[in-house]
């Protein structure tokens, strides 16, 4: 059984760009959620795709967006990047969309904005 | 005020202690609280999962959950070096909703 895949692992952008990143979630599981985690802080949720579909929103602006493919793979993409915009973003899968679900994370991707 | 309160600590103890990591929160709709324990450069991983107040113990570590206070407790006994990580609390509607995280030092 393989875990939550994330790519790239670091990457290093400037203000304005805008990035993608990738996830593949845990066989067997068909949600998946994204989570922002600034240095020395706790995971924020940003939002999470089930069967394709969004299916909640944290506090974000639509400048976070993503995908979830019908392979349960997703993206996650940022466009007009920003200073604050520089954190771990984690993926999360589950084999639902509810609250009682267990997320199983990938080990992130630490985007540096300069 | 967050949502759920964590002292980010850090705590340091010595191999063999009994740690207390503790959160406080403001919802009294959360339903599921979890304790999740951070490696370096890793994601977070599930350590203990709880829906009612009460304890739940597995091997050295005990979750437990106080509704009427608001407040959850993470206790860990026989600590080790290999403890050492970030805890981080976290509290379920139909999102995880997330505590600072307490970064913990285990001294050989």
């Known amino acids: 059984e393989t875990g939550v895949t994330q790519s790239p692992t670091h990457l290093i952008k400037t203000r304005g760009q805008q990035v993608t990143l990738r996830c593949s979630s845990q066989s067997g599981h068909n949600t998946v959620s994204w989570y922002q985690q600034a240095l020395g802080q706790g995971p924020q949720f940003i939002f999470q795709?089930?069967?394709?579909?969004?299916?909640g929103r944290g506090n974000f602006p639509p400048r976070f967006s993503g995908l979830q493919f019908p392979n349960y793979s997703s993206e996650l993409n940022v466009n007009a990047l920003e200073l604050d915009d520089s954190a771990l973003y984690l993926c999360a899968s589950s084999s639902g969309s509810s609250g009682a679900n267990v997320l199983t994370f990938g080990a992130g991707s630490r985007l540096t904005v300069l | 005020q967050k949502e759920v309160e964590q002292d980010p600590g850090p705590l340091s103890v010595p191999e063999g202690a009994i740690v207390s990591l503790n959160c406080t929160y403001s919802?009294?709709?959360?339903?599921?609280f979890m304790w999740y324990r951070q490696y370096s450069r890793k994601g977070p991983e599930l350590l203990m999962y709880t829906y009612s107040s009460g304890n739940k113990e597995d091997g050295r570590f005990t979750a437990q959950v106080d509704k009427s206070s608001k407040y959850i407790s993470l206790f860990i006994r026989d600590s080790q070096p290999s403890d050492s990580a970030t805890y981080l609390c976290a509290m379920s509607l139909q999102k995880l909703v997330f505590g600072q995280g307490t970064r913990l030092t285990i001294n050989p």
């Open positions: 919802n009294s709709a959360f339903q599921y």
């Open positions: 795709y089930y069967r394709e579909e969004e299916n």
